[in-house]
Each structure stands twice: as C-alpha cells, then as structure tokens.
C-alpha cells in the first residue's frame, strides 16, 4: 500500500477535511433526537409553553443547517480527494503500460488492460469517496447513538445488543461469498471488452467474409456471460439489503414494545421513547452503512488488485543496468554475434539459431525467406523489442542492452509489416517521426517514400484527416505514409519489414532509389518476399527455420545458395505465368 500514498499526498488536506465535515454531520445526527425528545417533554407535556418550543425549534433547524453545511463540504472535498486519486493513478497505471515490453504486454489481453484503466479505477474511485464519506459518518453515528441510547434507558439498549452480533455474523457471511463473485464478473467484464474491440478494429475483415452473424453470436456469448456473472455477484448484495431492514423492524418492534410497557407504568417517558426509537433507527442505519461500505470494498479489493497486478508487473526489458546510457547510435553498423532467440523460454526450439552477421554502416542489406524463417524476429532484436536469450547484438560495436533504451530506438527507425496510423491529419501523422520538424522536411520525406503525389490529390492535402487506423487510405497508401514518418525521423538504421508489400513494383523501385540517393550514409534493411525488392541490395541475407543458410549479392547466391535459388526461379515462373 506504500505505493499508493504518493497519489494520496497532493489530495490530503482534502483526505482530512472532508471526513471532519461528516462528523459534523454525525455530531447533528446525534444531537437531533435528544432535542426532539425535549420538545415532546418540556414543552408539549412538562408546560414550558410555546416559547419554549420555538426557541428548540430554531435550534433544530440551525443544527439542521449545520449538518446540510458537514454534509454537502464531506461529499465536495470526498469527490475532489476520490477523483484526484484515480486521476494520477490511471496517469502513472497508463504509463506502466507503455513501458511493457513485447514479453509483458503478450501476458495481458488489450480489453484486460483497457477495463483495468478505466473500470477498476473508476471501482476504487467510488471506494474513496464512499470511505471518506461513510467511514467516519457510519462508525460515528453508530457510537453516538450507542451511548446516547443507553443513557436514556439500559435495561432497553440491551435488546440491540441482542440484534447486533447477528446483523454483523450475517453481513461477514454475505460479504465472504461475495469478493469471488466480484473478482469473476471483473474478468467477464475483460472478455467482452476484449470481443467489442477486436470487432470494431476488425469490422472491415468481418463485412467482406460476412461474419457478421458470427460475431453478433460472440458478441452476445461474452455479453450473456457477464449478465450471468454479473447478476450471481449481485444477488449478495440484493441480500444484504432485505438482511439489515429485517433486523432493522424486529429490534424497533421490539424497543416500542418493551418500551411502550414502561411508558404506561410510568417508568420512561414519550419523549425518551421516542428518541430512543430514533437512536435504534440510527444504529440499524450505521450498520447499512457499514455493510455497504464493507460491500463496496469487496467489488473494490477485486479491483484493487487487478490493477495492483499490473502496477507490480516486474519489467523484463530495462535500460537499468546500461553501461553506456549517454551513447547515441552515430554510424549505424549492426553485428549479431552467435545470437540464439525465441519468444517462450519452455520451448525447446529456437526461433533464431546461432545467428552470425556483420551489417556495415551505409550498406543496404536485403533480408529474404520463407514465412516464419525469423526474419522478422531478427531485426526486432536491433532496437530491443526483444532480448536474445544467448550471444550479442551490437550496434556501433556497442551491446544494445548498453544503450539507453531512448538512445536505441531513437537511432533505429522500423516500419513494422502491420502499418498502424493514428486518428487526426496526415501532417499529424507524419509528425509523429519528428513533432519539430518543418513542413518542407515533411514534404521531402513524403516525396522520399513516393507519398506526396497522392497526399496532394486529396482536396485537403496534408491536412486530409485520417480515420482510426487509417482506414480511409489503402493499403499501399498506409505503407508508403508510414516509410515517410519513418524517414522523417532521420534515423541512423532504417528497417523496413514487409512494408512494401502493397505497393506496386515500379513505385517500390523509385522509393529504394531515393534511399539510394538520399540515404547514403543510412544503414538500410529490408525484409521482402519479392526478390526483385531486395535484387540490387549490397548484400541479402536467406533465412530459414531461424538459421541464416546465405550470405551474398544476388548474383553469388544464385551460385551458392540452394534457397535463394528455389525462391528465385519459383518468383521467376509465377512471373512468367502472369505474363
């Protein structure tokens, strides 16, 4: 809980102030009874007149109004200190995420994440306000209607004592089968989040396969599932209630039973009856309270925890004990010394085997194989989105995990195969690379990846806006935006996974070729599964089942290396085909 004192601390005056209100509040709750009691007693039946009553009247009502003033400041500065708490804590819970490696966020579903940032904060938030404004308020009330109630008869005060150990063994019960409940629906409440998000990222993928009775059915599987885990965790609470307003009536039916008896012999008078029914009623009243207070931190604790999960998530993938974090990358040579790679450490196989290569600053370098040969994985190894589970990856002769994990990915730009834009305008989108440069270097990144022809078309150009995704460009279009944010980044390492794939042969030509021309001095990789993409590279390199079986230029891997030649005759018939 230490942790969560520094959310705590900017909102303490607040933390403090509010419960003191409340007591107040408690403080007139208490008071109110007693003096209703005089009024019956004095003043209708002991004779003390009219003067009498009013001047208790005026008293009531200015303790009325005091209580309004504890009760209204409690609730301000309970929603102030509550909405500031889970302000800073989804702000910093936000920012863990964003430092998850790949290994990390692959432990989580994004609808997971998603209701942790939003719903079990919120169920915390509603805990603090609740806390500040019951937890004082509840207990209080309780005490002081306690004390007030066997002042005015002990023989009488004994009947609650009677309802009390029942009422708590009762709610202790209720409350042991709720925790689980809560915690279940939380996770009922994880999968849908995760189903409606898949569908509306995906809803294009689903119209053109016509899926959409298929994912209404999910949809309405994951939907049921929660209404049903939803409504077994709130049948405990429906119980609490009917419990707390039996015990309430029993233990009222009984005072003004017992009590009734005294008043007629004389013994207690109707005032004091009456007060003290009032003070039974507040009794039952605290211990709702309680009950619900106690309820709510059931479903909160479930929450608590979820989020405290991802708070306490150990990082697998830090620059912490970098021995050179002022390094930035300057010339862009890479080496993979006898790297050996996969994703889950219980796997026997390796996703990259005893990979050896050394990429010298400037070169352009084509990476080619069959699907799931590791290309990919490689070059994820370069700006630490992975770690090698054995041998060196070095950049300017430097071990990445030396880096500054800023410094790195800084020096390295990588359009990864899934292009991925963001809601707002193209120059938005571009900017990305570098939010300081100017327009003309936006264009001149943008004619770099053959992108400003077509941004241009657009009748707002650079200020078009993009939908979610980019979904309102094509395929090609997204690829060729994404190379331009890239490049505008001016990274010292380009990599380019896939990320031509749409593009049509003559516009891919024209885009090496201004890396050709503009990038000289910038260490080029590129993943393809054409060839003839990577044809003219200084050296390509042929991967397969995560070994590298080839190094060369076209022409000696033609000679030398069975693979490349399969793959290249295999391209060279499908074209002969087509034609």
């Given at each position: 809980?230490?942790?969560?004192?520094?959310?705590?601390?900017?909102?303490?005056?607040?933390?403090?102030?509010?419960?003191?209100?409340?007591?107040i509040?408690v403080?007139?709750?208490v008071?109110?009874?007693?003096?209703?009691?005089?009024?019956?007693d004095?003043?209708v039946?002991g004779?003390?007149?009219?003067?009498?009553?009013?001047?208790?009247?005026?008293?009531?009502m200015?303790?009325?109004l005091c209580?309004?003033a504890?009760?209204?400041?409690?609730?301000?500065?309970?929603?102030?200190?509550?909405?500031?708490?889970?302000?800073?804590?989804?702000?910093?819970?936000?920012?863990?995420?964003?430092?998850f490696?790949?290994?990390?966020?692959?432990?989580y579903?994004?609808?997971?994440?998603?209701?942790?940032?939003?719903?079990?904060?919120?169920?915390?938030?509603?805990m603090?306000?609740?806390?500040?404004?019951?937890?004082?308020r509840?207990?209080?009330?309780?005490?002081?209607?306690?004390?007030?109630?066997?002042?005015?008869n002990?023989?009488?005060?004994?009947?609650i004592f009677?309802?009390?150990?029942?009422?708590?063994?009762a709610?202790?019960?209720?409350?042991?089968?709720a925790?689980?409940?809560f915690?279940?629906m939380q996770?009922?409440?994880?999968?849908l989040?995760?189903?409606?998000?898949?569908?509306?990222?995906?809803?294009?993928?689903?119209?053109?396969?016509?899926?959409?009775?298929?994912?209404?059915?999910?949809?309405?599987d994951?939907?049921?599932?929660?209404?049903?885990?939803?409504?077994?965790?709130?049948?405990?609470?429906?119980?609490?209630?009917?419990?707390?307003?039996?015990?309430?009536?029993?233990?009222i039916?009984?005072?003004?039973?017992?009590?009734?008896?005294?008043?007629?012999?004389?013994?207690?008078?109707?005032?004091?009856?009456?007060?003290?029914?009032?003070y039974?009623?507040?009794?039952?009243?605290?211990?709702?309270?309680?009950?619900?207070?106690?309820?709510?931190?059931?479903?909160?604790?479930a929450?608590?925890?979820?989020?405290?999960?991802?708070?306490?998530?150990?990082?697998?993938?830090?620059?912490?004990?970098?021995?050179?974090k002022?390094?930035?990358?300057?010339?862009?040579?890479?080496?993979?010394?006898?790297?050996?790679?996969?994703?889950?450490?219980?796997?026997?196989?390796?996703?990259?085997?005893?990979?050896?290569?050394?990429i010298?600053?400037g070169?352009?370098?084509?990476?080619?194989?069959s699907?799931?040969?590791?290309?990919?994985?490689?070059?994820?190894?370069?700006?630490?989105?992975?770690?090698?589970?054995?041998?060196?990856?070095?950049?300017?002769?430097?071990?990445?995990?030396?880096?500054?994990l800023?410094?790195?990915?800084?020096?390295?730009?990588?359009?990864l195969?899934?292009?991925?834009?963001?809601?707002?305008?193209?120059?938005e989108?571009?900017?990305?690379?570098?939010?300081a440069?100017?327009?003309?270097?936006?264009?001149?990144?943008?004619?770099n990846?053959?992108?400003?022809?077509?941004?241009?078309?657009?009748?707002?150009?650079y200020e078009?806006?993009l939908g979610?995704?980019?979904?309102?460009?094509?395929?090609?279009q997204?690829q060729?935006?994404?190379?331009a944010?890239?490049?505008?980044?001016?990274?010292?390492i380009?990599?380019?996974?896939?990320?031509?794939?749409?593009?049509?042969?003559?516009?891919?030509?024209?885009?090496?070729?201004?890396?050709?021309?503009?990038?000289?001095?910038?260490?080029?990789?590129?993943?393809?599964q054409?060839?003839?993409?990577?044809?003219?590279?200084?050296k390509?390199i042929?991967?397969?089942?995560?070994?590298?079986?080839?190094?060369?230029?076209?022409?000696?891997?033609i000679?030398?290396?069975?693979?490349y030649?399969?793959i290249?005759?295999?391209?060279?018939?499908?074209?002969?085909?087509?034609?």
């Amino acid at each position: 809980m230490n942790r969560y004192w520094k959310y705590v601390k900017p909102y303490l005056p607040a933390f403090i102030i509010g419960p003191i209100m409340m007591i107040i509040e408690v403080v007139g709750e208490v008071v109110m009874p007693l003096l209703l009691s005089q009024i019956i007693d004095q003043g209708v039946t002991g004779g003390r007149g009219i003067s009498y009553i009013i001047t208790m009247g005026i008293t009531m009502m200015i303790t009325a109004l005091c209580m309004m003033a504890g009760g209204v400041g409690g609730a301000y500065f309970a929603v102030k200190a509550s909405t500031g708490f889970a302000n800073d804590l989804r702000k910093d819970l936000f920012k863990k995420i964003q430092r998850f490696s790949f290994t990390n966020i692959d432990r989580y579903s994004t609808g997971s994440l998603i209701t942790r940032l939003t719903n079990d904060i919120t169920q915390v938030q509603n805990m603090i306000q609740m806390m500040m404004r019951l937890a004082l308020r509840a207990p209080g009330m309780l005490i002081g209607a306690l004390i007030m109630a066997f002042i005015l008869n002990l023989k009488l005060a004994m009947v609650i004592f009677c309802v009390i150990p029942l009422l708590a063994l009762a709610i202790f019960f209720i409350l042991k089968i709720a925790f689980p409940r809560f915690r279940a629906m939380q996770k009922k409440l994880d999968a849908l989040n995760t189903v409606t998000q898949e569908n509306l990222i995906n809803i294009r993928v689903v119209k053109s396969f016509v899926r959409e009775s298929f994912e209404e059915e999910k949809f309405s599987d994951a939907n049921r599932e929660l209404k049903e885990s939803t409504v077994n965790a709130m049948k405990v609470v429906i119980l609490t209630m009917p419990v707390v307003t039996l015990a309430m009536n029993v233990t009222i039916l009984a005072v003004v039973w017992f009590g009734g008896k005294q008043v007629i012999v004389g013994g207690m008078t109707t005032g004091v009856l009456t007060a003290f029914v009032n003070y039974v009623g507040q009794i039952l009243i605290s211990l709702m309270m309680v009950s619900m207070v106690i309820l709510s931190g059931s479903r909160a604790l479930a929450s608590y925890k979820r989020i405290d999960e991802v708070m306490c998530t150990v990082i697998d993938l830090t620059d912490d004990n970098a021995l050179k974090k002022e390094a930035t990358v300057q010339r862009g040579k890479i080496e993979f010394k006898h790297v050996y790679f996969k994703y889950y450490k219980n796997n026997e196989k390796w996703v990259l085997e005893d990979i050896n290569v050394v990429i010298e600053p400037g070169e352009t370098v084509g990476i080619i194989g069959s699907t799931g040969s590791g290309k990919s994985s490689l070059v994820q190894l370069i700006p630490r989105l992975y770690d090698v589970d054995r041998g060196e990856v070095l950049v300017d002769d430097v071990n990445v995990k030396d880096y500054a994990l800023h410094n790195l990915r800084n020096g390295v730009g990588i359009v990864l195969q899934k292009n991925v834009l963001f809601s707002g305008s193209i120059m938005e989108n571009l900017k990305w690379g570098d939010q300081a440069a100017d327009d003309d270097e936006v264009y001149q990144a943008a004619q770099n990846a053959q992108a400003h022809g077509f941004i241009t078309s657009f009748s707002e150009g650079y200020e078009t806006e993009l939908g979610q995704g980019g979904v309102n460009v094509s395929g090609g279009q997204k690829q060729r935006l994404s190379i331009a944010r890239t490049l505008l980044k001016k990274p010292k390492i380009l990599i380019l996974d896939d990320s031509t794939s749409a593009v049509d042969t003559a516009t891919e030509a024209k885009i090496r070729e201004s890396f050709k021309n503009e990038l000289p001095r910038t260490t080029k990789i590129i993943i393809a599964q054409r060839i003839s993409s990577v044809i003219d590279a200084d050296k390509i390199i042929v991967m397969d089942d995560g070994k590298i079986v080839g190094i060369g230029s076209h022409s000696e891997l033609i000679e030398s290396c069975q693979t490349y030649t399969e793959i290249y005759y295999s391209q060279m018939d499908k074209e002969v085909t087509a034609s």
